[in-house]
């Protein structure tokens, strides 16, 4: 343990003593530092990642120091909004902390060009800061789409397994728009949780299909908005159920059956003459496409570092004079890359580059002195 007190030292009654002791935490003065990513996108605009701090000798049981993460725009992007953005983070009893710094909105909102590039730096707050990486921006698509169109926004941000997104499907015509049918189709990993419509604004009747297809039919209840103007038609909630992330499996198609004004007349998004050859714009995070079908992105959720650690990591070999073992279990947490993390007990495989001096369990349960 660490703290301060005295040591007491008596012969019968006569002779007594006493001496005082302190052992303190050595402070942490070196570090090592894992971002979880280093790509974001304008619904993604988060850089986190985890720091693991120890002392001069390697003990990672040393005093909390406080740990920054500062990312710097490029010239490019400190045109759109000028200064570097930081967060902190304290260590804890272990020298871990972990810490997220959020990005501007204007580097990946309005962005021309297909993004820019920043500088992460990370290290001890009041010093340089020593590391360093480089982080890619990708903003989408500033541009509107033109005439009229019914239009599908997908989010850019990826997904892990169990995640849920919201997809937007919006009109835009020179007309009100009056009624709708429409068809939502997913690929194999993502499922269809609800389709919700504004009941205040539309009445009708929809369905969802094991999960993998969607159908909506809707007429308005009243005229709520002028033509020219958006008016959102329903959203999607998609859930990632799968871990297999191809383009095929991460495919979201919404097709266009049979839309109307206000009159009951048949109206077409532009260039468009009939049913059902008509397309709609799909916007991800790859740009526009004006075939109906869109993709989301998925992530495993990876292991991205390991941290393993002892109570105590100097030694006296007392085992060479006593012939009794010394051993003390080794501690060790992975960090995961949603920025989660747990301990980590199993499948791992430790080896020690100097047997004769210290020895380890094969397992990683522990490390021992033996003589």
């Not at 982080?135 to 926004?153: C, E, K, L, M």
Request: hydrophobic share 35%.
């Amino acid at each position: 343990g660490f703290g301060t007190g005295q040591i007491g030292v008596e012969l019968s009654s006569k002779f007594k003593q006493s001496r005082p002791f302190s052992r303190q935490l050595a402070p942490c003065s070196r570090f090592e530092f894992v971002p979880l990513d280093l790509e974001v996108y304008s619904q993604q605009r988060v850089i986190s990642g985890w720091f693991q701090a120890e002392d001069s000798e390697g003990n990672r049981v040393c005093s909390g120091r406080g740990m920054v993460v500062e990312v710097t725009p490029s010239s490019k992007l400190n045109a759109l909004q000028a200064g570097a953005v930081q967060a902190t983070c304290t260590t804890d009893g272990t020298g871990k902390c972990d810490v997220s710094v959020t990005l501007p909105v204007a580097w990946l909102s309005t962005a021309p060009g297909g993004g820019d590039t920043a500088t992460l730096r990370a290290g001890f707050q009041g010093e340089t800061l020593s590391f360093n990486r480089t982080i890619q921006t990708h903003p989408r698509d500033p541009a509107a789409v033109s005439g009229d169109n019914v239009i599908v926004r997908l989010p850019d941000q990826s997904m892990f397994p169990g995640d849920s997104v919201t997809v937007s499907v919006v009109a835009k015509f020179d007309v009100p728009v009056n009624g709708f049918t429409m068809l939502v189709e997913v690929g194999e990993s993502l499922e269809i949780r609800t389709l919700d419509v504004d009941l205040k604004v539309w009445s009708g009747d929809q369905g969802i299909s094991a999960g993998r297809t969607g159908s909506l039919a809707y007429t308005s209840r009243s005229i709520t908005a002028s033509g020219g103007s958006e008016v959102e038609l329903f959203t999607a909630a998609l859930r990632l159920k799968g871990s297999d992330f191809s383009e095929s499996k991460m495919s979201v198609k919404v097709s266009l059956e049979f839309l109307t004004d206000v009159k009951g007349n048949t109206v077409f998004p532009s260039g468009f003459n009939s049913y059902p050859d008509s397309q709609v714009f799909v916007v991800d995070r790859r740009g526009r496409h004006r075939d109906s079908v869109g993709h989301l992105f998925g992530r495993a959720v990876d292991v991205v570092a390991l941290f393993a650690s002892v109570s105590q990591a100097e030694w006296v070999n007392l085992a060479m004079v006593t012939g009794k073992r010394q051993a003390q279990s080794i501690g060790i947490v992975e960090v995961l890359r949603d920025g989660s993390s747990r301990a980590r007990s199993s499948g791992l495989t430790c080896t020690s580059s100097l047997p004769e001096a210290v020895q380890v369990a094969s397992g990683c349960g522990e490390v021992f002195l033996d003589g």
